[in-house]
């Protein structure tokens, strides 16, 4: 027998679906995949509703037996045909959840699994999860139990070297005395000396841990703080970084909150071109200063948004522990 780490936010661990009261819902605008066994059972289901809605809008890809069915969305609404007029499952409240299909079981659930270990995540496309993250002090808060079972999984090491990185990522985040800013330069100072290291081991550990501890003291003492501010920003430079950025999300492939994300970037972009006379650069510092003011209003208010938020992204992208890919460039991307 195999012992298996099981790692859940509290975040996970409270989420419940608010169904019809949800302010969005999750049965629109994506790919709904049907296994075999799921769509046998929609086509032949002794409810006539479900089987009419099966013939008529289950389009067969049979690619394999988890790939069988797809749902195919009205163009009208975007919205699953199963989706009733009080914004509820028809076959959940027909025929039980377990005629749910594997998507639609476990969205917005999220499972990280390694030979060792198993992270529980939620997305954040479900508004009831993005409440949680936004508005728990407590919202990362990690919990760990151990499970036992026949084997280990089949998936690749979690070594010690990984899960220490990534905690000391959290750590530097979450400390409450500190400012966003400061804590975010906290942790690029110690990614670029992690980044020095060929190979993680024992004793490169032990070297990083105490880097860890003096950046810790540093945002603790507020000398970090101060070290920030006398740091002058290069603000085209900055632009020229947000515009890029809003090219590169808008380059993305579509996805179900791709609406969502290319509103925002409208409205970015309406705000940096809205005013003649006045430079992009001084436009990029006028945000800038909104979100300041934002986010002190925030930590006064203790509700912990912005860093959360970021929390959830190092927690979620495994950071800096993502292959092949630079973790400055990573965490840009994830402060982006």
Not at 218 to 241: C, H, M, R, V, Y
């Amino acid at each position: 027998m195999k012992e298996i780490t099981v790692t859940e936010p509290a975040f996970v661990t409270r989420f419940s679906c608010s169904g019809s009261a949800c302010r969005d819902h999750c049965c629109k605008g994506w790919k709904i995949t049907l296994d075999k066994t799921t769509v046998k059972k929609y086509l032949t289901s002794k409810d006539v509703t479900i089987r009419e809605i099966a013939k008529n809008s289950i389009i067969l890809l049979k690619k394999d037996p988890n790939n069988w069915g797809e749902i195919k969305l009205p163009s009208g609404t975007g919205s699953c045909p199963y989706l009733d007029d009080d914004r509820l499952c028809r076959v959940q409240k027909t025929l039980g959840a377990k005629a749910l299909s594997y998507t639609c079981t476990t969205f917005p659930r999220v499972f990280h699994t390694y030979k060792n270990e198993v992270r529980h995540s939620l997305s954040l496309a479900c508004p009831e999860v993005t409440a949680h993250i936004l508005n728990d002090a407590d919202a990362v808060a990690l919990n760990e139990k151990a499970i036992i079972q026949q084997k280990y999984n089949t998936a690749p090491l979690f070594s010690p070297q990984q899960k220490l990185l990534n905690l000391f990522c959290l750590s530097l985040i979450n400390h409450a005395a500190s400012n966003p800013d400061a804590a975010l330069y906290a942790l690029i100072k110690f990614v670029m000396y992690v980044q020095k290291f060929p190979r993680i081991d024992d004793a490169a550990l032990g070297e990083i841990e105490q880097v860890y501890g003096t950046l810790v003291s540093q945002l603790q003492s507020g000398s970090l703080t101060q070290e920030l501010a006398n740091i002058t920003p290069d603000k085209k430079f900055k632009t020229s970084l947000v515009l890029l950025m809003q090219d590169y999300f808008r380059a993305l492939p579509p996805s179900r909150g791709s609406y969502v994300l290319d509103h925002y970037i409208q409205c970015l972009l309406r705000v940096l071109t809205a005013e003649e006379g006045v430079s992009m650069e001084q436009k990029v510092s006028d945000i800038e200063s909104s979100l300041a003011r934002c986010l002190q209003a925030d930590e006064q208010q203790k509700n912990w948004a912005f860093r959360n938020l970021i929390l959830y992204k190092i927690w979620e992208n495994n950071f800096p522990n993502q292959p092949n890919v630079d973790p400055l460039r990573a965490l840009y991307i994830i402060v982006a």
